[in-house]
């Protein structure tokens, strides 16, 4: 198979794995750069050319949900080191690439694919002298020593658990360890990074929505403990989506609202200095379908509007509906000489004042928009 082939399948085979945005259902029809490149958001804010690609997706694992599981009929493949890198560099010199997303399958080992990931990028780096953005997967049961040189040569790393817990793993996957496989290498990757080795653009990680039975309480409990003790950077949902050729080729897709509630609730978690107390979960565990988590909380507590716009804190307005961490930001900004008196001053900081005007004050009045609370 000649290098275009290979490129074709294995860049294919990558896009089961989140990296640079949200994953919603919409993003996932992306506009080609190329045939294998994605415009992705950095975590600056800049947006890039990436290439995604797998090493290999020839896999000793069998994991239920995964095309590329061992027993699964499907063309496989891997790249060697110098052909993948120079493929890549190639890319980059005809200014159709502008970063790297590598992930793999594990093909014989973990040790020897982890070996052959890190080969490609201190090639990429070393080599051809590629100074750009690199993102690199850590793989399940990966070694010590692999987790520091991937915190060393990447811009950002990061581990799948794909399953918030042990009990949930087991359903997916019979070779993966949670503790072991998977948590061990986040803590080390923690554990560089803290010590200033690298990755400054952080370690994330990826849950599969819907395919083991989980709630979305658990999935949201795990990630807001990753956030407090293991240096999590931000989480990525992948709603599951069935595949033929393996055991849940029968199981429902994951409606994709799901799993935009649940890229809200982190967005909360990471921007609004909510907790996972503040989530509203139903008795099955799972957040509201039918309003954003936000306006959730706003409706459980009355007693907290309304919110005076001139007086309240950043946090206080950060918990109004319809304002957001850069429109905090201005009202805060402009307080500091004019009072807000009328919902077009609202408006004008980039507020969602519709959304807004049930929940606040403006000069100790209530906004002309202003409905019933509840």
């Known amino acids: 198979m000649d290098r275009y082939e290979k490129m074709k ?12 945005s949200c994953g919603t259902q919409a993003s996932r029809v992306r506009d080609d750069i190329g045939r294998w490149l994605y415009p992705a958001a950095l975590p600056d804010g800049k947006r890039v050319a990436l290439l995604k690609v797998l ?9 239920a949900y995964c095309a590329n599981r061992r027993s699964r009929d499907t063309h496989r493949c891997e790249f060697g080191p110098e052909e993948l890198a120079a493929a890549f560099v190639e ?24 070996e052959r990931m890190i080969a490609t990028v201190e090639l990429v ?5 590629f100074c750009g953005y690199v993102h690199l997967k850590l793989l399940p049961g990966c070694e010590e020593a692999a987790v520091e040189r991937a915190v060393q040569l990447a811009d950002r790393v990061s581990v799948n658990l ?8 087991r359903r997916l996957s019979a070779s993966k360890g949670f503790e072991r496989d998977l948590m061990q290498a986040m803590r080390w990757a923690k554990q560089f990074r803290d010590q200033g080795l690298g990755a400054n653009a952080g370690l994330t990680t990826q ?22 003790e293991s240096g ?56 509201c379908t039918d309003m954003d988590p936000k306006m959730a909380w706003a409706r459980r507590h009355p007693e907290f509007f309304p919110v005076e716009i001139n007086r309240a804190s950043r946090e206080q307005l950060l918990r109004v509906p319809g304002i957001g961490p850069r429109s905090a930001t201005r009202i805060l900004r402009i307080r500091r000489r004019d009072k807000f008196l009328h919902i077009e001053d609202l ?15 403006l000069g100790g009045r209530r906004a002309p928009l202003q409905l019933p609370l509840w």
């Open 91 to 114: 890319l980059v010199r005809r200014g159709r690439a502008e970063g790297l997303f590598l992930s793999s399958a594990v093909c014989r080992s973990t040790a020897r694919t982890m």
């Open 207 to 228: 849950f599969v929505v819907g395919a083991a039975g989980e709630s979305d309480y658990e999935i949201m409990r795990t990630v807001d403990q990753l956030y407090r």
């Open 162 to 169: 794909e399953a918030p817990n042990a009990e949930r793993l």
């Open 125 to 129: 780096r070393f080599k051809y002298h």
């Open 232 to 287: 999590l950077t931000r989480a990525y949902f992948s709603a599951f989506q069935p595949i033929s050729g393996t055991p849940l080729e029968t199981l429902s897709a994951t409606p994709p609202l799901r799993e935009h509630r649940l890229y809200q609730s982190d967005y909360l978690f990471r921007r609004y200095g909510f907790a996972l107390q503040d989530l509203t979960f139903d008795d099955s565990g799972n957040l």
């Open 9 to 20: 399948l294995l860049a294919r085979a990558a896009q089961y794995d989140l990296c640079a």
């Open 347 to 361: 408006r004008a900081t980039g507020a969602v004042a519709s959304r807004a005007a049930p929940f606040i004050l």
């Open 55 to 63: 090493q290999s997706n020839l896999c000793e694992n069998d994991c």
